[in-house]
Nanobody, 117 residues
């Protein structure tokens, strides 16, 4: 059974940092591109960071220079290091496999990130 479990969210002040983790079951990571998405209240879910099977990365303009996506295939984990957080980064964050530009699996429960003073 495919499972993606996100963790690491929380409440942080503007300018702070968080590191999100995504645990992937089975062979989800193997040879596949992975991404972190987020969905803010009353907004559509958006892709914020992507990492290919080979380790190449790209980011949404809104997070470029502040967020870093990484993966550990041996541990079946994908990470999102978020620095210099802003209130507009507040959202539920999800990970998923990406195939031809689209998420593949049913969404997990996500992890809530709230940036507020």
């Amino acid at each position: 059974q495919v499972q993606l479990v996100e963790s690491g969210g929380g409440l942080v002040q503007p300018g702070g940092s968080l590191r999100l983790s995504c645990a992937a079951s089975g062979s989800i990571l193997s040879g596949n591109d992975m991404g972190w998405y987020r969905q803010a209240p009353e907004k559509q879910r958006e892709l914020v960071a992507r990492i290919t099977s080979g380790g190449s990365t790209d980011y949404a303009d809104s997070v470029k220079g502040r967020f870093t996506i990484s993966r550990d295939n041996a541990k079946k984990m994908v990470y999102l290091q978020m620095n210099s957080l802003k209130p507009e980064d507040t959202a539920v964050y999800y990970c998923n496999r990406i195939l031809r530009g689209f998420p593949v699996y049913t969404w997990g429960q996500g992890t809530q990130v709230t940036v507020a003073s």
